[in-house]
């Protein structure tokens, strides 16, 4: 046995003490034991106690290895035998010709030797090799596999990793490859084009650095992330010679299943049909999905029954060996443990067998520490930290209910109120990942984020991430990992396209074509068709051409090379942005941010190299019910007003036929009411523009109808709404500016088509961009005499918000605020998609003086003590706005931008207010208008213009508090 063993003992390269922080007493150690330490062994001098009551060993020798820190040690006791030996070659070496044999053997041989002494007697003892020997035995009975990392090494790393990261996050992203149309951000991408079907449903990660886009900027050519303090690296394909791993989300919908808002439960289907036949007020096909990706980590004991270790912990790698040791299938566990989802047979991955690899094979892999295995000596077992790459389809419609560990209504992982994500971590078999929330299983774990209270006992603790739980809430989820430790790291959304006929009313979000009229091609919607689509089941009616069904099979997917869209996309393929792209990149940074970080931040949102996050505008028309001068009351005579949200934007038809625009601010039974006079004339027609169920990042496909609210009513193509816009300007047969409601910077790029219907949509007829005339795309419009009574729709891609409404917070550093942005320009690289997140207004103006400019603040920000918030009572002060007249009667912008903490991430916050240039002026007072979320001011000449207060749309990344 061991005269000494303590768990944190410290020594540095060539020094000649080593100290013990773990407090053990020394008094058994003696002069000329041997420590063993980080599987070295070295004599000991002396062993003293410091005069910080902590424990020291004085060497014989300085320690010639490298620095170890808090590792176990032992120290091996001098035994007897090594003394008996050395006396008696003490003896001996008074005889050296008649022990020469036998001192030869004492250096060489095992077992024992007999030395003679001058005055004839025997002494017989234990070889040097047998002495050492049966010390190593003992050293590996309380001390075995010298050469592995034990697990209070690997404790201790987390702990340090734990204090250096501000989050659970990426400590790199990996590098990227290709044009912006197909990047995602650093080290996340989609594929250039679609082409083959192993390109279906795949999301890329990290680049080999030949292959990598010059902008890449991340330290390594893989992802590394932090999950609970564990560093790990992301390796999946078999050669990394192109990217390092791929996310695979599961397949598109096909119109089979409906999900059940009231009951959590999702029913899968025999035909789309039936499928549709089966809804209800709650239950609904699913066609509009959210999909979310991510990793999970886990940690698992290597034996008998899970035996395989794997290339840096990733359970899914497919690499050829590990540290030159070979690899083979995992085919003791089954597929469903390395599926990405359920129903997911094709990511099983490869390892090495570790209760049959060799002493040498297993101290290969285990000497590096990227492969996460480490050594227990109280339990006597391997571990290792295991990473699965894990995607959930969204049960329903719509985006997800609760993603963020930090914010939110909720805090745990779940899609809706009644359906949670369930951890799987080391178990064999895919649990229902969606599981409603009073299911009969409910104790087999979900998902909660550090915020989650009520008694609630947590592992970690650790922001960023969530940790599984038992079903209530009430301590760690065991069968996820062993102790518990079971985690899953959120890294983004995708916007899925599904398999249905696209339609731009019946079925937006669908690939597929139609059956022509004549039955031999697929064509798109507007096309003459064998069947016209009437409802959204209509276009889920898919056989081939001459089956009698109105959809064509063979297309809509990456190997049919035919999209029914006219930005092309496929069913199977995930794209960079938009509709059928990601929607939010998650994927954080474990660093904390830094000044420049949000300095750099600022900058691309005003130049427009952001992404942007927001809801696809879908809009209706409707008849109401509205009695004579209901002021600021909108009624109807059915549920209509169910379909309405606090905000959203109407235009009433008035009693001289024109159209104004209010916002919704209180919804009834029958009813909605509106901030200001409608003007809704008795029975007028009500044009309704709201956001649309799921989220879509980037640039996104976006529709708007240049019609008369009347005459789309009675067009079937769009009376039960779209995806997009409605323009203020009716055709009447003479020349204007038709204006889109969005902002289209780069008509030539973003422009997809012009549709037009004299007949109220029984046919229609298409202009390509070539031969459109009087297109604009400084103002975002087109010049044309439309004829009174025609239908227009103009489908174009535009740039998802940068900003959204928000409460104030308190700035972080006020006195290093980024100055007040002023812009009225057209330009997308110099503030126009800034001014329209935030002001809902398109910049036109053709100016150079009209680009985005800085001015200072001239007078110092006063905060309120208590909160931190500027106060709206002393607003920030700069320079008037003296800027030229702007072109085309452009309205311009003003904001104050500055760092804001909310839930421990940074956003850039923006005060912001409109311009509008009238009498020679841009009527500016020279103050920053401070409001909660979005109001109107009116200015000096009578304008009234929002102002309020809007944050990034998404988080910057973590803060990280030193405190």
């Excluded at 489908?795 to 998802?800: G, L």
């Amino acid at each position: 046995m061991p005269a000494f063993t303590a768990s944190q003992a410290s020594v540095t390269n060539n020094s000649k003490v080593v100290q013990i922080n773990s407090g053990e007493s020394i008094a058994n150690v003696n002069s000329g034991d041997f420590l063993v330490l980080a599987g070295f062994i070295i004599e000991i001098n002396r062993a003293y106690v410091g005069g910080d009551g902590k424990g020291y060993f004085e060497l014989v020798k300085n320690w010639p290895n490298s620095n170890q820190t808090n590792q176990e040690c032992i120290v091996i006791p001098t035994t007897g035998e090594f003394k008996k030996a050395v006396d008696a070659l003490t003896s001996a070496n008074v005889l050296v010709n008649d022990n020469f044999k036998a001192m030869q053997d004492w250096q060489t041989k095992t077992g024992t030797v007999t030395f003679t002494s001058q005055d004839g007697t025997t002494t017989t003892v234990k070889t040097l090799k047998q002495i050492e020997n049966e010390a190593q035995a003992q050293m590996d009975a309380t001390h075995p596999y010298a050469w592995a990392f034990r697990k209070a090494a690997m404790d201790a790393y987390i702990k340090s990793a734990k204090e250096r990261f501000a989050a659970s996050g990426f400590i790199h992203k990996g590098k990227h490859n290709g044009t912006n149309s197909n990047n995602v951000n650093q080290g996340l991408q989609a594929f250039g084009s679609f082409t083959v079907e192993s390109q279906a449903n795949l999301l890329l990660l990290g680049r080999n650095k030949k292959e990598a886009s010059s902008d890449a900027i991340s330290k390594t050519d893989y992802p590394v992330l932090n999950m609970a303090g564990v560093a790990i690296k992301l390796g999946l394909q078999q050669s990394f010679d192109y990217h390092y791993a791929a996310a695979k989300l599961p397949p598109a919908e096909e119109g089979l299943r409906t999900y059940d808002s009231a009951t959590g439960l999702s029913t899968l289907h025999a035909t789309p049909a039936i499928a549709f036949a089966s809804e209800t007020e709650t239950n609904k096909v699913v066609i509009d999905r959210e999909d979310m990706w991510g990793f999970e980590l886990f940690l698992r004991e290597i034996n008998d029954q899970d035996p395989f270790v794997y290339r840096w912990g990733n359970c899914q790698n497919r690499s050829g060996n590990i540290n030159g040791v070979p690899t083979e299938y995992d085919t003791v566990r089954p597929a469903e443990y390395f599926a990405w989802y359920k129903g997911d047979t094709e990511s099983r991955g490869v390892g090495v067998n570790w209760q049959q690899a060799t002493e040498s094979e297993r101290k290969k892999i285990a000497s590096d520490f990227d492969n996460l295995i480490f050594f227990d000596d109280q339990t006597g077992k391997f571990y290792q930290w295991t990473l699965r790459g894990v995607s959930y389809a969204g049960a329903g419609n719509g985006s997800w209910l609760q993603l963020d560990t930090n914010k939110g209504t909720r805090q745990d992982l779940a899609f809706a109120d009644m359906v949670r994500v369930k951890p799987r971590g080391k178990q064999d078999d895919i649990p229902d990942h969606l599981a409603a929330w009073n299911s009969p299983d409910a104790n087999s774990g979900f998902y909660i984020s550090n915020r989650y209270g009520n008694g609630v006992i947590h592992i970690e603790n650790e922001q960023g991430i969530f940790e599984a739980n038992i079903g209530n809430g009430t301590s760690p989820f065991s069968a996820g990992g062993h102790n518990g430790h079971c985690y899953l790291l959120v890294c983004g959304t995708v916007r899925r396209l599904n398999a249905g006929g696209h339609h731009p009313s019946l079925n937006p979000m669908g690939t597929r074509m139609f059956i022509s009229s004549s039955q031999n091609a697929g064509v798109h919607w507007d096309r003459p068709l064998y069947k016209k689509p009437l409802t959204t089941a209509d276009c889920f009616d898919i056989g081939t051409l001459t089956s009698g069904a109105a959809v064509a099979t063979g297309s809509g997917k990456i190997i049919s090379g035919l999209s029914g869209r006219k930005d092309g996309r496929y069913f199977d393929a995930i794209y960079a942005e938009g509709q059928g792209g990601v929607a939010r990149d998650m994927r954080y940074s474990a660093w904390g941010l830094t000044k420049k970080d949000f300095c750099e931040a600022d900058l691309r949102y005003k130049a427009g190299s952001e992404r942007g996050l927001g809801y696809v505008p879908f809009t209706k028309v409707y008849q109401s019910a509205t009695s004579a001068d209901n002021n600021t009351y909108i009624d109807f005579l059915n549920d209509e007003a169910t379909n309405f949200k606090v905000g959203d934007v109407v235009y009433c038809e008035t009693a001289t036929g024109t159209y104004k625009k209010a916002i919704v601010t209180r919804i009834g039974e029958k009813f909605v009411q509106t901030t200001t006079n409608n003007g809704c004339k008795p029975n007028g027609l009500v044009v309704h523009t709201t956001k649309s169920l799921t989220r879509v990042g980037g640039y996104f496909l976006c529709n708007d109808v240049f019609a008369d609210p009347a005459d789309i009513l009675q067009c079937t193509d769009l009376v039960n709404g779209w995806q997009g816009g409605w323009c203020e300007q009716i055709p009447d047969g003479t020349v204007k500016l038709f204006k889109f409601t969005h902002p289209v910077n780069g008509l030539d790029k973003y422009f997809k088509s012009w549709r037009h219907s004299a007949d109220l949509g029984v046919t229609w007829s298409e202009t390509s961009y070539a031969d459109l005339s009087g297109k604009d795309g400084v103002n975002s419009g087109r010049y044309f005499t439309p004829t009174a009574g025609t239908v227009h729709i103009a489908e174009y891609q535009t740039k998802s918000r940068l900003t959204v409404a928000s409460l104030r917070n308190a700035p972080i550093d006020l006195a290093n605020s980024f100055g007040v942005f002023v812009s009225s320009t057209y330009d997308d690289l110099f503030g126009s998609d800034l001014q329209f997140s935030l002001t809902g207004l398109i910049g036109r103006s053709t100016l150079e003086d009209a680009r985005g400019a800085t001015i200072p603040l001239t007078r110092h920000v006063t905060v309120n003590n208590n909160n931190g918030r500027i106060y709206a009572s002393k607003p920030p002060q700069h320079e008037v706005i003296n800027q030229p007249a702007p072109t085309n009667d452009s309205t311009g912008v003003k904001a104050l931008g500055y760092p804001v903490e909310v839930s421990s991430q940074g956003y850039i916050e923006y005060a912001y207010a409109a311009l509008k240039y009238s009498n020679g002026s841009w009527n500016d007072n020279g103050l920053i208008g401070i409001a909660d979320s979005e109001s109107t001011r009116t200015d000096f000449d009578g304008n009234s213009l929002p102002f309020g207060t809007h944050n990034t749309s998404e988080a910057l990344g973590w803060m990280k508090n030193d405190k």
